[in-house]
């Protein structure tokens, strides 16, 4: 079974960065995209950031020119930079690594920012 683990999270105040990492482990099959989701309290999961195997990446508009999402291929890894970051920022952040007829979810990392 394929296991999905974040690092990075935890409490920062506004205006400050945080890195966030993700691992995939198991994997016995070629990855499509890798990416950063986050859910608020009482909001539903959106996506924050995403790169594909190719190396194109898409962000959400909220995030954009404030995140950096990057990833290595060979240790299916992938990273978001957050700088700049906003007490709206603050949820829990989720990894994704989808191939092309699955995807897996990690347990996710908190991100708290103070105002």
């Known amino acids: 079974q394929v296991q999905v683990v974040e690092s990075g999270g935890g409490l920062v105040q506004a205006g400050g960065s945080l890195r966030l990492s993700c691992a995939a482990s198991r994997v016995r099959f070629s990855l499509n995209a890798m990416g950063w989701y986050r859910q608020a309290p009482g909001k539903e999961r959106e996506l924050v950031a995403r790169?594909?195997?190719?190396?194109?990446?898409n962000y959400a508009d909220s995030v954009k020119g404030r995140f950096t999402i990057s990833g290595d291929n060979a240790k299916n890894t992938v990273y978001l930079q957050m700088n700049s970051l906003k007490p709206e920022d603050t949820a829990v952040y989720y990894c994704?690594?989808?191939?092309?007829?699955?995807?897996?979810w990690g347990k996710g990392t908190l991100v708290t920012v103070s105002s």
């Open positions: 790169i594909f195997s190719a190396g194109s990446t």
């Open positions: 994704n690594v989808a191939g092309r007829w699955s995807h897996y």
